[in-house]
């Protein structure tokens, strides 16, 4: 046994009541928690001092408050150096071991990141209010309670610099794009399972004797599943890390799959496809949050692309395979088979080669491992703090992606834009089975080909995107490495006008089938350029913009958009049948020019609605104040006196300011 291993069983054997009261000779301990334990008749500190009733009122503030600004949060500051004026307790505590802590900008905001994470996520203050509601037990065999940890800070786990290897953002290239792939394979299988089923309706409704519209609710079910899957996946992503929802989600995909592939009767058909897709969303939920914690800003955007390309190209992909399948010897189960397949495989692929990406779970099992080998079971990481509360989850966490959409103005109207796209990709499942099968007169499977043309239009935005990512990554370093959300929006004007052109071309092409089917097959070049531009950017834009909250802002986005995704195809027959296909295709290329200016407002006032956001970190806009307080001192200097009187803001508030600037 090792010398430190048996020199610890020897002092618990010797250990006795007596030792451990002589180590907290001044009682701090009873100091602490006394005033917790006043309710409780006989209790040992019952009568002894505590904190004052101000500090207990204002922790009971911070532990109701749902404010990013916690105490955890605030002890970041002296690691940055920013220490001025009075410091509160934890500040001191942190200031003391300030000298020996890391220096390097991106080792900083990444501590900031992970600290801001942990006071925002679910169960980190349940802790605070658990020790007030409920008396705190005896320790045990006659033991009076050991001393507090001298430095909790000492005891939090952080990552060994910038470039620490357990980083994710640190990981070897090709294991990172291996994760990619395999993450993208797994959003492919979601996303192709929604739209695969839309050539077996007319099968499925005649077998079971139902019209049109009900086996249409086969895919309307689905996307439904979509809308409320992420507000359970995001939370619980950032309660536990990203791997173990994606392995949760995939194989029940797969299980729900199978359901539909062996039912016996519509209702089993309707229910398993509804969980099919709440299974399924955990990738769109996810997997951008994932690319965000193993990517850094220079080829986030890249990453974000392929994601992108996965969950527009499924559904486009799916219905002419869905087609001929239905129409072969294997028949309209197989459909589900093969959907079930692909669930199967990514769960597999995930198990055996993902590893967990999100940096707190991380540093959960290095702060596992250290306690294990040193026997110093103080040690932890800021993660482990946390407990988890059923009500706390329920009103909080999973409360948290809906909150983030119709709170933040930003992500309310990129979410209303993307969900009306959204909603015609799976409008145009029945928009083009309209004009290729009937106008046309195609057979299902070949029905589905002409989609090729908004697939290409797809790639034709990828490459694009690809290539404009250079111009961005000079801008990224010409800014100190600092993204600014608004350089993703050009290209999204561009696309909204593409996209509005594309659907004119359609429809006023393909109605009467006297123009050669390539015409309304090559408009899909411009929607489907469109839809990847707008889509891609706009959710680069808020991933950028929200950062830590990536998940839950993308987790709101995807319930709304799926909402439209859901209910578009249940009215697409009527309007195309009612207003003609040309004119349909007309109301809603105008919608779609309506909505062009949107991405406009936000590229000219974007960061004036970010400054006032409560979840945006807005590290972009710090740094334009740290310019323009260099800025302001350079004209102080040069100008003196009489620039200073200048200053509506008092030349003493603007010294201070210049003092905090120059200490950080």
Not at 35 to 46: A, K, L, Q, T
Not at 231 to 250: C, M, N, Q, T
Not at 291 to 303: C, H, K, P, W, Y
């Amino acid at each position: 046994m090792d010398p430190a291993d048996v020199s610890m069983v020897r002092a618990e054997r010797d250990a006795s009541p007596q030792r451990f009261a002589e180590f907290d000779p001044q009682d701090s301990f009873g100091q602490h928690y006394g005033p917790r334990r006043d309710e409780v008749p006989g209790s040992p500190y019952e009568k002894r001092g505590g904190r004052g009733e101000e500090e207990r009122e204002e922790e009971e503030r911070v532990s109701e408050s749902g404010s990013t600004t916690t105490r955890e949060s605030v002890e970041i500051e002296p690691i940055r150096g920013a220490g001025h004026g009075p410091l509160t307790r934890e500040q001191t505590q942190t200031e003391r071991i300030n000298s020996h802590l890391e220096r390097h900008p991106t080792a900083l905001d990444r501590i900031e990141t992970h600290r801001s994470q942990h006071s925002t996520t679910v169960g980190a203050l349940a802790s605070l209010r658990s020790r007030k509601s409920r008396p705190l037990p005896n320790f045990g065999a006659g033991k009076p309670y050991p001393p507090l940890l001298p430095e909790r800070e000492e005891y939090v786990v952080e990552f060994d610099g910038h470039e620490d290897p357990s980083h994710p953002q640190n990981w070897p290239t090709k294991e990172k794009i291996l994760i990619a792939a395999i993450l993208a394979f797994d959003s492919l299988a979601a996303t192709f399972g929604s739209s695969v089923f839309s050539n077996a309706t007319s099968v499925v409704a005649k077998i079971y004797g139902v019209g049109m519209e009900v086996g249409t609710l086969a895919t309307s079910l689905y996307v439904l599943g979509y809308a409320f899957g992420p507000i359970l996946w995001a939370p619980f992503s950032e309660l536990y890390g990203r791997k173990v929802p994606i392995l949760v989600s995939s194989f029940g995909f797969g299980v729900f799959s199978i359901g539909v592939a062996v039912a016996k009767d519509l209702q089993t058909v309707m229910i398993c496809r509804f969980f099919g897709g709440l299974f399924g969303s955990a990738p769109l939920a996810i997997v951008a949050a994932v690319f965000s914690d193993m990517f850094n800003n220079e080829v986030r955007g890249i990453s974000i692309a392929v994601f992108s390309a996965t969950v527009f190209m499924g559904p486009l992909l799916a219905p002419f395979i869905g087609g001929f399948i239905t129409t072969s010897y294997l028949g309209w189960r197989w459909t589900e088979y093969i959907t079930a397949i692909m669930g199967f495989t990514a769960c597999i692929l995930a198990l055996l080669f993902q590893r967990e990406s999100y940096p707190p779970v991380v540093l959960v099992d290095k702060a596992r491992e250290l306690r294990r080998r040193t026997k110093n079971w103080g040690i932890h990481a800021k993660q482990e703090e946390v407990e988890v509360d059923l009500r706390e989850l329920v009103t909080k966490n999973v409360s948290r992606p809906l909150r983030i959409l119709f709170t933040e103005p930003i992500v309310f109207l990129i979410s209303l834009y993307m969900a009306f796209i959204y909603g015609l990709l799976y409008l145009f499942l029945t928009a083009y089975a309209l004009v290729f099968q009937r106008v046309y007169g195609f057979s299902p499977g070949v029905g589905g080909l002409p989609y090729f043309g908004m697939i290409t239009g797809e790639l034709i935005a990828f490459v694009v995107v690809i290539a404009m990512q250079k111009s961005y990554v000079n801008k990224l370093k010409a800014n100190e490495g600092v993204p600014v959300p608004e350089w993703r929006l050009p290209i999204v004007v561009g696309g909204g006008i593409s996209f509005a052109v594309g659907l004119f071309w359609f429809g006023w092409t393909g109605y009467q089938g006297s123009v050669h089917w390539i015409v309304p097959t090559l408009s899909g070049l411009c929607t489907g350029f469109g839809i990847f531009a707008v889509f891609l950017q706009l959710l680069n834009y808020i991933v950028d913009a929200y950062l830590m909250f990536a998940a839950s802002a993308i987790a709101g986005n995807t319930f709304l958009r799926s909402l439209f995704g859901c209910i578009f195809p249940l009215f697409a027959t009527y309007m195309f049948d009612g207003m003609g296909i040309e004119w349909a295709s007309t109301l809603l290329g105008c919608v779609a020019l309506a909505l062009v200016p949107m991405p406009v407002i936000f590229l000219f006032k974007g960061k004036s609605i970010r400054r006032r956001s409560k979840m945006a970190p807005a590290i972009d806009l710090k740094l334009d104040d740290k310019r323009r307080a260099m800025a302001d001192e350079e004209n102080g200097l040069a100008g003196g006196e009489s620039s200073g009187s200048s200053d509506p803001q008092g030349s003493g508030e603007k010294e201070k300011e210049k003092e905090k600037e120059k200490e950080r």
